[in-house]
């Protein structure tokens, strides 16, 4: 009588073990390519010393992993989940998103790969993708999209006496149509940013540093584009309004980094 070798548990392969019924050596091959959540763990400890089982789980209870499930249950992870994960994890720990602007960037079709290598070489001025288009319909409200204060409390999740503290600062205004008083989209973000910050304890006159930064800023750029700005040449006017986005994407990205930086030397 034949013996046959005991079959290995799929679990210490970090595999999925092929069925009888499976194709041939090649889908068995690329079944083996997928890691269970703990190899995913030992793969990821190197860069991220704190990674976890139970982090990933929680990454992927928000929506942000969608690894396959084996019939038995167990998690099971291609390249490329690795690799979205490591993206994910990348963002939190180099530029602090919460997890709801690392959904809207991986929904975008930002990757690992998507950031330029250092160094190399590139044709022609870095292109800067602005995170609002300043030729949206801000002006006319009629035409863009409009939330009540209790939209924006429920898809927040902020208090209504924080939208109050906004409203005094001059940090959100939004608009009173039959009574009610309605947000756009821009202003709604900006009260799911300051409700993610009040869960530190950030209050809104606490941001009065942020309104005083960002009018600075906005009156820099103007300062530097308003002939074009101001031209009668309807080209010209789109011409700087498109220079006007590059420019404001650029200063965004430059306070993050001096951000970062003097983050970083809290944290050492």
């Not at 870095?126 to 409390?153: H, K, M, T």
């Not at 869960?199 to 074009?228: H, K, M, T, W």
């Not at 789109?238 to 030397?265: F, P, Q, S």
Request: proline share 5%; charged share 30%.
């Amino acid at each position: 009588m034949a013996i046959q070798a005991p079959r290995a548990d799929a679990d210490e392969l970090g595999v999925e073990m092929a069925g009888e019924d499976s194709p041939a050596s090649a889908q068995i091959q690329q079944r083996q390519k997928s890691l269970t959540i703990g190899a995913v763990c030992k793969a990821l400890a190197q860069e991220f010393p704190d990674i976890s089982i139970s982090k990933i789980r929680y990454l992927e209870d928000q929506k942000l992993l969608t690894p396959r499930r084996t019939p038995g249950g167990y998690r099971l992870y291609t390249q490329g989940d690795v690799a979205r994960l490591r993206t994910i994890l990348r963002m939190q720990r180099d530029e602090f998103l919460p997890l709801r602007v690392i959904r809207q960037e991986l929904a975008a079709g930002r990757s690992g790969s998507a950031a330029p290598a250092p160094g190399g070489a590139s044709e022609g001025p870095r292109a800067w993708r602005p995170g609002v288009s300043l030729r949206s319909p801000i002006s006319d409200r009629s035409s863009g999209a409009l939330y009540s204060i209790e939209d924006v409390l429920e898809e927040t999740k902020a208090e209504g006496k924080l939208v109050r503290e906004l409203e005094e600062y001059g940090v959100v205004k939004g608009e009173m149509r039959g009574g009610v008083r309605y947000f756009d989209e821009t202003e709604r973000e900006i009260i799911a940013a300051v409700a993610e910050l009040a869960r530190y304890g950030v209050e809104g006159r606490n941001l009065r540093v942020f309104r005083s930064s960002a009018d600075r800023e906005a009156s820099l750029l103007q300062q530097i584009l308003a002939p074009a700005l101001r031209s009668r040449n309807p080209q010209r006017r789109k011409e700087a309004v498109e220079a006007l986005e590059n420019l404001a994407a650029v200063a965004t990205h430059l306070k993050h980094l001096l951000l970062i930086r003097d983050l970083r030397k809290i944290v050492r």
